[in-house]
C-alpha cells in the first residue's frame, strides 16, 4: 500500500500561515485543514504486512493559488517527501514521551489548585471602573434583594495585562472557587495559570497572576479553561504557607541546594517559556498540565531561575524596564478607540491616533488564546483610553519585547 498526503493547510484554528510568512487561506468556508489523501494498493503475493509508505507534499497560499495549482497539476508535478517509518506521525504517543515523563508534573507540585472564577454575570460583576462596578451592583442588588458591600470588591485578573474589579460575594457569583482564590484576596501571593488541554496548536498557555483570577484569563477557547496554582495558601489565622509538596521540593534541592517556592516557580516559569521545550513536548502539552524536567545540575538550575524573575516581573508589569517605553503616543486628540490597524510599526486606534514604534514581535505576541498586544485594544473599542491604560498599553509592548528575548536566552541554556 502506498498513500499520498496532499495537504493543503488553511488551518484557521491553528492560525496557519505560510512558511514565508504571508497568507494560507483555506480551500473551503471551514476551520480545519484541508488533505487530499490517495491511496495505491499493491497485490501482495506473499503475507508480509508492511506499513504503508507514504509520501507527503504541502501547498500553502491564497485559495486562487491552491485551485490554480490543483488544475493545472498531476501527481508527477508533485514534490513529493516520502515520510520515515519511525516519523512522530506513526508514533501518536511521541519520541519523546519517556523523557518527558521523568519530569515532575506541575499539578502534582501544588498542593492545591482550581480552576479560575466564572461569575456568570461579567457585564455586572466586572469592571475596568470601580465607580462603574459600584453603580452596576447596586442597581442589581436592588431588584435581587441583597446589600452592596464595599469591602467585597476586589481587583481580578481578567485577561492578560488586563486587571479590573469584581463583586465577590457568595450570593452573586456563580463559581467563585472560594478556597483557592481566598489565598489571592488582599493577601501577597503569585499564582500560575495553566490550561489542562490545548485545542490550539502549540503550547503557549501559562501566565502568573497576583489577584483573583477569572478562567479565561489565559484562553476563552472552548476546552482551554484556566486552573490556578497559588504559590502560597493562608491558614484561618492569616500564617502564610508555602503551597508546594515537599517531597518534590526536596528532590529538586537535593540537586541545586536550598531554594525558596519562588525560586522553585521562577525554574518552572522559564521551562515553560522554552521554544525547545514547547516544541519537543508539543505533544504531550496537549493533553494534560506540564511536566517540567528536574534539573540534572545545579548551575543549570541557578541560571534558569533569574530569567523565570525576570519572565514573571515582566509580566506582572512589575519590572523596572517596563517604565521605560519604546514606543511613542504623540498625537493629540480624543483617544477614541475606533478601527485598529497595524502598519509599519504603529498601531493606530482611530484614522489620527497611533502608537509608534511598536515591534511587530510584540504585536503578534501570542499568550495562550490572545495577542495581548491586539485584545487590549479591542476590548476598549468604541471608548475612551485613559492615561493610566495608554501607559499600560506601553508596558505592555515592552513586556512582550523583551519576553521574546528571555525566551531565547532560555534556550541557549537548555538546548
Known amino acids: 500500500m502506498t498513500k499520498y498526503v496532499l495537504d493543503l493547510h488553511g488551518n484557521s484554528r491553528k492560525k496557519e500561515i ?72 506513526w508514533k501518536t504517543e511521541g519520541v519523546n514521551k519517556n523523557m518527558y515523563n521523568e519530569g515532575f508534573s ?19 460583576a466586572i469592571s475596568e471602573n470601580k465607580e462603574n462596578l459600584k453603580t452596576n451592583i447596586i442597581s442589581y442588588a436592588n431588584s435581587h434583594n441583597f446589600e452592596y458591600e464595599e469591602s467585597k470588591v476586589f481587583k481580578i485578573d481578567y485577561r492578560p495585562f488586563d486587571i479590573r474589579y469584581v463583586y465577590y460575594d457568595k450570593k452573586f457569583i456563580e463559581r467563585g472557587r472560594w478556597d483557592v482564590m481566598q489565598c489571592f484576596l488582599n493577601k501577597e501571593n503569585i499564582g500560575i495559570m495553566l490550561c489542562r488541554q490545548q485545542k490550539i496548536e ?34 484561618q489565622q492569616g500564617e502564610k504557607i508555602s503551597n508546594l509538596k515537599k517531597e518534590i521540593w ?43 524536567p528536574f534539573p540534572e545540575i545545579k548551575e543549570t538550575f541557578w541560571k534558569l531561575v533569574p ?21 511613542t503616543y504623540s498625537v493629540v486628540g480624543s483617544n477614541l478607540v475606533e478601527k485598529i490597524t497595524y502598519s509599519n510599526k504603529n498601531v493606530y486606534i482611530n484614522s489620527d491616533q ?47 519585547t523583551e519576553t521574546d528575548k528571555i525566551m531565547r536566552e532560555i534556550d541557549k541554556i537548555i538546548s
Request: charged share 25%; hydrophobic share 35%.
Open 18 to 89: 505560510s512558511p514565508d510568512g504571508t497568507k494560507d487561506e483555506n480551500v473551503f468556508d471551514i476551520m480545519s485543514g484541508v488533505s487530499i489523501i490517495l491511496g495505491v494498493k499493491k497485490s501482495q503475493k506473499n503475507n508480509n504486512k508492511k506499513l504503508a509508505e507514504v509520501y507527503s507534499c504541502d501547498i500553502y497560499g491564497t485559495r486562487l493559488n491552491k485551485f490554480q495549482i490543483l488544475d493545472t497539476s498531476n501527481m508527477d508535478d508533485m514534490e513529493w517527501k516520502k515520510l520515515p517509518e519511525d516519523c512522530d506521525i
Open 106 to 124: 506541575v499539578s502534582d507540585l501544588f498542593q492545591i489548585s482550581s480552576v479560575g472564577i466564572v461569575t456568570g454575570r461579567d457585564a455586572v
Open 202 to 235: 502549540g503550547f503557549r498557555h501559562v501566565l502568573v497572576h497576583r489577584n483573583t483570577v477569572e478562567s479565561s484569563y489565559v484562553s476563552n477557547k472552548t476546552s482551554e479553561i484556566g486552573s490556578s496554582f497559588p504559590l502560597y495558601f493562608y491558614t
Open 250 to 292: 526536596n528532590e529538586i534541592n537535593k540537586i541545586v541546594g536550598e531554594t525558596t517556592p519562588e525560586n522553585i516557580l521562577d525554574y518552572i516559569y522559564a521551562y515553560l517559556y522554552s521554544p525547545s521545550y514547547r516544541e519537543k513536548y508539543k505533544e504531550f502539552l496537549k493533553t494534560d498540565f506540564p511536566r517540567v
Open 307 to 327: 530569567l523565570g524573575t525576570k519572565l514573571r516581573n515582566l509580566h506582572l508589569l512589575t519590572d523596572s524596564i517596563v517604565k521605560k517605553p519604546i514606543t
Open 354 to 400: 497611533y502608537f509608534g514604534g511598536v515591534p511587530e514581535i510584540a504585536w503578534n505576541f501570542y499568550i495562550g488564546g490572545y495577542q495581548p498586544a491586539q485584545k487590549y485594544l479591542k476590548d476598549r473599542k468604541g471608548r475612551e483610553l485613559t492615561n493610566m491604560e495608554i501607559e499600560t498599553y506601553e508596558q505592555i509592548i515592552v513586556s512582550l
